[in-house]
């Protein structure tokens, strides 16, 4: 085996370990709500609330309400129409959850 597939299984232990500290909370985006709480329902983790706004020219502005600090971030936004604004508010949520100083950020994107 070699060093990078090491370091792969080594990070998807680490993952897997603070899942199961319940260090796990999704970020669910405007597109498919129903499927974020689904999701939650399913991995029995808490979704973080998330203000999502659009302002009169279009613009999206967004905040993460929740304390995500340390946490293992899922986000959950499909790609149904308009596309172009679901991958928008994807990468948005995604740059919140870093700033919010999420430890590790992964996108949910059904097609």
Same mark, same amino acid.
């Given at each position: ?5 090491? =370091?792969?299984?080594? %990070? ?10 319940? =260090? ?5 985006? =405007?597109?498919?709500?129903?499927? %974020?709480?689904?999701? @939650?329902? &399913? ?7 998330? &203000? ?6 279009? &613009? ?20 149904? @129409?308009?596309? =172009? ?11 919140? @959850?870093?700033?919010?100083?999420? @430890? ?8």
């Amino acid at each position: 085996m070699g060093i990078a597939s090491k =370091n792969i299984q080594r %990070g998807c232990f680490q993952i897997h370990d603070q899942m199961a500290t319940h =260090n796990l909370t999704l970020i669910c985006g =405007n597109a498919h709500p129903a499927l %974020g709480e689904r999701l @939650a329902r &399913e991995l029995d983790v808490p979704i973080s609330r998330v &203000e999502i706004t659009t302002f009169a020219d279009g &613009e999206t502005k967004l905040h993460v309400s929740d304390d995500v600090r340390g946490k293992i971030v899922l986000v959950v936004q499909p790609t149904c @129409a308009p596309v =172009n604004d679901r991958l928008m508010v994807l990468a948005l949520l995604a740059d919140a @959850a870093r700033a919010a100083g999420a @430890a590790h950020i992964t996108g949910v994107v059904p097609y």
